[in-house]
């Protein structure tokens, strides 16, 4: 089968390598997907940067977490009914070394749930990590009906989600976005207030916006870079579910502050949150897709030759929403 993957840590354009790998089988509970089309995610430019630096231990890596693609074949123990199906693929990458920038990739069949008939090829590869980051960030915490929730970066790739999950469960938004038209989005997504987090002061500039009041929840992208603002506009009691901290890698937190405001803070990474929590994010996406209550941001959708300019879409940075690669 045709595949990209990499021996070695480096730059996209040193190390990835496309060719012919072995056609896999599936073992039992597993399913033999064969791909239509895969997403690159920060996370896999990092692994593949050397994040992560035991990852060829075992041998090359087929790169990417996320996916979606037509059931091929099943193993022992699950249902020949599957064959056939359109699923979404998730976690393909994770603590393994098959990932889904290849032609088939087999993996458990909870990994491969299916994807309903209106949402396409491209919009399956962006539910893994961007769509159920989100989803958990919102739901984590109980109930946000009626609560005032902040998101972060809310045209970003998690963030644009985020948003549109929370106005699902019931959430009054407001935003932080870099630009103009990145603040219209936010708008468009049913935020009622937008700010710009370029501009120091920010956290108070949106509790003023929102006449004193601060927001209960904050669904945030640059957890070290942001604190400080976020605590200018969050309310005593509130919770900071966050996903990132990439300009502050190591937070210093000032523990006092956080104490007495009693806050709670979540951190989220999809690979290891809760099996029940993947499922329900599961079962929400797949009816929030089936009644087409989301939308979504393609950045672009490139060919399989051009992996490496996909790699290096992502790593350049700015590139909001999400970046997907067709299968042959």
């Given at each position: 089968?045709?595949?990209?993957?990499?021996?070695?840590?480096?730059?996209?354009?040193?190390?990835?390598?496309?060719?012919?790998?072995?056609?896999?089988?599936?073992?039992?509970?597993?399913?033999?997907?064969?791909?239509?089309?895969?997403?690159?995610?920060p996370?896999?430019?990092?692994?593949?940067?050397?994040?992560?630096?035991?990852?060829?231990?075992?041998?090359?890596?087929?790169?990417?977490?996320?996916?979606?693609?037509?059931?091929?074949?099943?193993?022992?123990?699950?249902?020949?009914?599957?064959?056939?199906?359109?699923?979404?693929?998730?976690?393909?990458?994770?603590?393994?070394?098959?990932?889904?920038?290849?032609?088939?990739?087999?993996?458990?069949?909870?990994?491969?749930?299916?994807?309903?008939?209106?949402?396409?090829?491209?919009?399956?590869?962006?539910?893994?990590?961007?769509?159920?980051?989100?989803?958990r960030?919102?739901?984590?915490?109980?109930?946000?009906?009626?609560?005032?929730?902040?998101?972060?970066?809310?045209?970003?790739?998690?963030?644009?989600?985020?948003?549109?999950?929370?106005?699902y469960?019931?959430?009054?938004?407001?935003?932080?976005?870099?630009?103009?038209?990145?603040?219209?989005?936010?708008?468009?997504?049913?935020?009622?207030?937008?700010?710009?987090?370029?501009?120091?002061?920010?956290?108070?500039?949106?509790?003023?916006?929102?006449?004193?009041?601060?927001?209960?929840?904050?669904?945030?992208?640059?957890?070290?870079?942001?604190?400080?603002?976020?605590?200018?506009?969050?309310?005593?009691?509130?919770?900071?579910?966050?996903?990132?901290?990439?300009?502050?890698?190591?937070?210093?937190?000032?523990?006092?502050?956080?104490?007495?405001?009693?806050?709670?803070?979540?951190?989220?990474i999809?690979?290891?949150?809760?099996?029940?929590?993947?499922?329900q994010a599961?079962?929400?996406?797949?009816?929030?897709?089936?009644?087409?209550?989301?939308?979504?941001?393609?950045?672009?959708?490139?060919?399989?030759?051009?992996?490496?300019?996909?790699?290096?879409?992502?790593?350049?940075?700015?590139?909001?929403?999400?970046?997907?690669?067709?299968?042959?």
């Amino acid at each position: 089968m045709q595949a990209f993957w990499f021996e070695q840590f480096g730059q996209a354009a040193a190390v990835l390598e496309q060719g012919d790998r072995p056609m896999p089988q599936p073992a039992a509970g597993e399913v033999l997907v064969r791909m239509h089309t895969t997403a690159v995610n920060p996370s896999d430019v990092k692994k593949r940067a050397g994040a992560f630096p035991d990852l060829l231990d075992t041998g090359p890596v087929i790169p990417h977490s996320d996916g979606a693609g037509v059931i091929e074949a099943v193993g022992d123990g699950v249902s020949p009914a599957r064959v056939g199906d359109r699923v979404f693929v998730y976690q393909a990458q994770h603590g393994r070394s098959g990932g889904t920038a290849a032609q088939w990739v087999c993996i458990d069949s909870h990994r491969a749930p299916t994807l309903p008939d209106s949402a396409s090829f491209e919009v399956g590869a962006c539910i893994g990590i961007p769509m159920m980051t989100a989803h958990r960030c919102v739901t984590a915490d109980g109930p946000v009906t009626g609560q005032w929730l902040l998101v972060t970066g809310g045209a970003g790739r998690v963030g644009y989600y985020a948003i549109q999950w929370a106005r699902y469960f019931g959430a009054r938004v407001v935003a932080t976005a870099g630009n103009p038209s990145d603040r219209a989005l936010c708008f468009d997504l049913g935020a009622e207030v937008v700010v710009d987090h370029h501009q120091p002061g920010w956290g108070v500039q949106l509790r003023e916006q929102l006449q004193g009041e601060r927001v209960q929840r904050v669904v945030d992208v640059e957890f070290g870079a942001n604190l400080p603002e976020v605590i200018e506009c969050i309310a005593t009691g509130g919770v900071i579910a966050t996903y990132a901290s990439t300009r502050v890698p190591e937070p210093t937190l000032p523990f006092r502050t956080l104490m007495f405001m009693d806050l709670t803070l979540r951190l989220v990474i999809v690979y290891d949150m809760p099996e029940t929590a993947k499922q329900q994010a599961i079962a929400d996406t797949q009816a929030a897709l089936s009644a087409d209550k989301l939308k979504h941001r393609l950045s672009a959708v490139l060919p399989f030759e051009a992996m490496v300019q996909a790699h290096e879409c992502i790593e350049a940075g700015g590139t909001e929403g999400c970046v997907v690669v067709k299968v042959p």
